[in-house]
C-alpha cells in the first residue's frame, strides 16, 4: 500500500535534511577534486581540527619512539619500517586540509530538490587552513632527533624489503634530509595543484583567498627569513630547493591555466630577488650564500629561458602509504 517512488522521495529528502551528501570516488582521488569533504582516508567531522590532532600525535609518538618498540631479538633496522608511516603520519589529514584551499562544496543536485549546486569554502577556513598546511613546512615540523637518526642502522644482509622506505642521497644510511624533502614535497604539491590554483585565479571575487595570496604566503614561509642573516638549516635549504622546482614545473605546465602559468612565474621572479640578495650577504654561513647563488643561477636560467633549468633536486616519490603493512620489493 506504499507508493515506492514517494517513499524513496522521502527518504532522500530526510537523508539531505540530516546532511547526507552523495559523493563518489571520482569526486575525491584525482589530486585536483574540488570538494571539501571527498577526500579519502582523513578522519573526523573537521578535517582542520583534525589536523590540529593528527599533528600532535605526530609530534607525541616521534618523541616517544625507540628501540622500546621493538620485539626482543628484532634487528635495529626495522625501526625505519615503523618509522616511515610515522613520519608522514599526518598525510591523508594533510589532503583533507587542502581540499578547502580553493575547495567548494558543490552537491549532485537535481530540480526541485533543494540543494544548492556549490558554494566556495569560506575564505576565512580557507585562510586557516593555509596557515595550517604552512606549518608543515618548518624545520621544527620537519627535523628529526640525530639521536633517533643514530638508532637505526643500515639494513642487514638478508633483511626483508618493503615498498615503505624512504629514498635517500647518503647510500645505506637513512637520509634525515630525503624525508623531509619527501613530506614538504607533499605540501608544496598540494598548493601548487594546477587545479586548484585555478579555481583560485578563476573563480576569486577579488575578496577571497587567491592564487597569487597562496604563493606569496608560501615564499613568505619558505624564504621569509633567508635575508634576516640567519643561517639555515639543511632541510631549510632542501625545502626552498622543493619549491623552486615545483613552480618551474607549474609555469612549464602546459596543461596548467595561463594565468596560473604566469602567476607561479612571478613568484618565481620574486624568489629570484630573494636570493640574489641573499648570496651577496656577507654575514650568512658560506654553504647559504652558496645555496642561494645556485638558486639564483637556475631562475636566471628558467627566467631567460637560457635553457630549460633542469630540475635539481630528486623526484623523490613518497612511499605508498595504503594500504599499510604489503611487502613488496623496489
Not at 506504499?2 to 540530516?18: P, S
Not at 626495522?78 to 552537491?107: C, K, N, S
Not at 612511499?319 to 620489493?329: A, D, H, N, Q, W
Amino acid at each position: 500500500g506504499v507508493d515506492e517512488a514517494e517513499a524513496l522521495d522521502e527518504l532522500v529528502r530526510v537523508g539531505l535534511q540530516n546532511g547526507y551528501v552523495f559523493l563518489t570516488d571520482q569526486d575525491a582521488r584525482a589530486p585536483g577534486s574540488a570538494h571539501p569533504l571527498a577526500v579519502l582516508w582523513d578522519n573526523g567531522a573537521d578535517a582542520l581540527a583534525q589536523l590540529e590532532q593528527e599533528i600532535r600525535v605526530r609530534a607525541l609518538a616521534l618523541r616517544r619512539f625507540g628501540v622500546a618498540a621493538l620485539r626482543p631479538g628484532a634487528s635495529l633496522a626495522t625501526l625505519e619500517d615503523t618509522l616511515v608511516p610515522l613520519y608522514l603520519h599526518h598525510r591523508f589529514q594533510l589532503e583533507a586540509a587542502l581540499r578547502q584551499i580553493g575547495g567548494v562544496d558543490f552537491r549532485h543536485a537535481l530540480k526541485g530538490d533543494g540543494q544548492t549546486a556549490s558554494t566556495p569554502v569560506p575564505v576565512e577556513r580557507q585562510e586557516r587552513a593555509l596557515r595550517m598546511v604552512l606549518g608543515t613546512l618548518t624545520d621544527e615540523f620537519l627535523r628529526l632527533d640525530p639521536r633517533l637518526l643514530a638508532r637505526i642502522p643500515p639494513t642487514p644482509p638478508g633483511h626483508p624489503s618493503t615498498a615503505e622506505r624512504f629514498p635517500r642521497n647518503t647510500g645505506q644510511l637513512l637520509d634525515p634530509v630525503a624525508m623531509a624533502t619527501v613530506s614538504a614535497r607533499l605540501t608544496i604539491d598540494g598548493l601548487l595543484q594546477r587545479e586548484r590554483a585555478a579555481r583560485l585565479e578563476h573563480r576569486g571575487d577579488g575578496r577571497g583567498l587567491t592564487f597569487d595570496g597562496v604563493l606569496q604566503a608560501l615564499v613568505d614561509q619558505v624564504f621569509g627569513g633567508t635575508l634576516a642573516s640567519r643561517a639555515l638549516t639543511s632541510i631549510e635549504r632542501a625545502v626552498q630547493d622543493v619549491a623552486v622546482d615545483r613552480a618551474i614545473a607549474l609555469a612549464e605546465d602546459a596543461r596548467a591555466a595561463a594565468a596560473v602559468r604566469a602567476a607561479a612565474e612571478n613568484m618565481l621572479q620574486r624568489v629570484r630577488d630573494i636570493a640574489a640578495a641573499g648570496s651577496a650577504d656577507q654575514e650568512l654561513p658560506a654553504v647559504d650564500r652558496q645555496h642561494l647563488r645556485a638558486l639564483t643561477r637556475r631562475l636566471d636560467a628558467f627566467l631567460q629561458r637560457r635553457d630549460r633549468a633542469p630540475t635539481r633536486v630528486p623526484r623523490h616519490a613518497a612511499p605508498p602509504g595504503s594500504p599499510i603493512g604489503e611487502r613488496g620489493t623496489h
